[in-house]
C-alpha cells in the first residue's frame, strides 16, 4: 500500500473524498463483506451490507492516515485504537491504489495524453485530473487517415509540483 500513504493527509482526505463522490461497492479484504463507500458535502460515508450508515470524521481519517504512513500495515488490528473501521479504510485505500492514484513524488510532472477521440479517451483524461493533475493548454485533434479516425491529444501536468 505505497502509493496513497506516501500523500499528504490534506491529499489523502481530498483523494479519498474525489475518488468515491460517485458510491464505490467494495468488499473487507479479511471477512469478506460487501460495504459501499461515497464521499458527500465534504463527507466520507460507509454503508455497510444491512444498510446501516456510518460518517467517517476528518480527525479519524487523518489519524488513520498518519498510522498507515508510519507502518504500511493492511492488518484492521493495528488501527483498532483510531477507528471501529479500518476494514472498510483498508479497502478504500487498496481499491484506490489498484486504479494507480499515485502520491505526486510518483507521477511524472508532464504527461501528454493521446489517443483515438472516443469515450475511452476521456476517461483517461478524467483519471488523471482525479489523480491530481490539471490540464495543461488546449487539446489538439489530427486525423489518421490509415485507420480513418480523429487522434486526440491532451497536455496535463501535476498541480503540486513546479516543472
Not at 97 to 118: A, C, F, W
Not at 119 to 146: H, I, M, Q, W
Request: aromatic content about 10%; some cysteine.
Amino acid at each position: 500500500m505505497n502509493s496513497i500513504k506516501g500523500l499528504s493527509s490534506d491529499k489523502f482526505l481530498s483523494t479519498l473524498l474525489s475518488h468515491f463522490v460517485k458510491p464505490v461497492e467494495l468488499v473487507t479484504a479479511a471477512r469478506k463483506q460487501p460495504f459501499t463507500i461515497y464521499s458527500e458535502n465534504g463527507r466520507l460515508f460507509i454503508e455497510n451490507s444491512k444498510g446501516n450508515k456510518r460518517n467517517l470524521s476528518e480527525s479519524e481519517l487523518i489519524e488513520f492516515h498518519k498510522l498507515l504512513t508510519e507502518t504500511g500495515s493492511s492488518a484492521p488490528a493495528t488501527y483498532q485504537d483510531i477507528t471501529f473501521n479500518s476494514s472498510y479504510l483498508l479497502a478504500a485505500v487498496e481499491h484506490i491504489n489498484s486504479k494507480q492514484i499515485v502520491s505526486s513524488d510518483e507521477m511524472p510532472g508532464y504527461r501528454l495524453l493521446t489517443g483515438p477521440d472516443d469515450s475511452t479517451f476521456c476517461r483517461r483524461v478524467s483519471e488523471a485530473l482525479k489523480a491530481g493533475y490539471v490540464l495543461y493548454g488546449n487539446p489538439a485533434l489530427t486525423y489518421d487517415s490509415e485507420k480513418k479516425t480523429v487522434i486526440a491529444a491532451q497536455a496535463v501536468i501535476w498541480q503540486d509540483r513546479k516543472l
